[in-house]
């Protein structure tokens, strides 16, 4: 059975710094892929990163990326630069399994709300 | 506009009765979910659906029933709510393996 794990309950970060959300899973497919989302006070869930089990690079969007380490099973999210907005609260997420109709559902970790501090 | 769209945003209702979430996407993604979200539990998959007319169950499908007749409609409905279906329901959708847009969230409250 796939499970996402996110360690950190609650964080804090010094407006300007880079911070690190961690997230760790488990799954026996060989192929999977691996999601942030973001979400704001108002409620809405905002995509903000994939990484593909298979991409050799770690995903970067602007301020965003992903450290991928495959034998570790983890998938961190490093926001650079931090800014107030990022206050939010943050899943990880993982699908998996070969492309057919089951393996397009997410699997969400419990989340981690980050604080950025002024 | 384009996107994907849930409706209502807030509802209250009593326990027993039946209620229906909508969920309307203009994407013509194949794929629709629909997620529940409660505190500490992260979203969990209620139901998703691959295409019109094919749907399965998710992780927590009791006392759910979903439908799609057309691809851009994806209606959740609870046929008896109970206290324990209050949540934050989110439908989403994907066309790619790489992606799922989520709506705007249903704030449900059973009394």
Redesign the interface.
């Known amino acids: 059975a796939q499970k996402i794990t996110q360690t950190q309950p609650g964080m804090f970060v010094q407006e300007k710094e880079a911070v690190t959300l961690d997230c760790t899973y488990d799954t026996s497919d060989q192929s999977y892929g691996l999601f942030w989302y973001k979400q704001p006070s108002s409620g809405e869930m905002i995509f903000l990163i994939y990484q593909g089990s298979y991409d050799e690079q770690n995903a970067t969007e602007g301020r965003y990326s992903l450290n991928f380490q495959k034998a570790r099973k983890s998938a961190n999210l490093v926001i650079s630069a931090s800014q107030l907005g990022d206050s939010a609260m943050y899943f990880c997420a993982m699908r998996g399994g070969f492309k057919m109709d089951s393996s397009y559902k997410l699997i969400f970790g419990s989340g981690t709300r980050l604080l950025v501090r002024p | 506009d384009a996107g994907i769209t849930q409706s209502p945003r807030y509802k209250i209702t009593e326990t027993g009765r039946q209620v229906t979430l909508m969920c309307h996407q203009t994407w013509s993604h194949s ?1 629709m ?1 629909w ?1 529940r979200q409660d505190l ?6 209620i139901y ?1 659906s ?1 295409a019109a007319d ?1 749907t ?1 169950k ?1 992780e927590v499908p009791d006392g759910y029933v979903v439908s799609r007749s057309k691809t851009e409609n994806f209606p959740l409905t609870l046929e008896s709510a109970t206290r324990s279906q209050t949540s ?1 329901y ?1 439908c ?1 959708s ?1 066309e790619s ?6 709506g ?2 249903t ?1 449900l409250t059973v009394l």
């Open positions: 794929y979910f997620y500490g539990h992260g979203l969990r998959l998703y691959a094919i399965d998710g934050v989110f989403a994907s393996w790489e992606e799922q847009f989520f705007p969230g704030r």
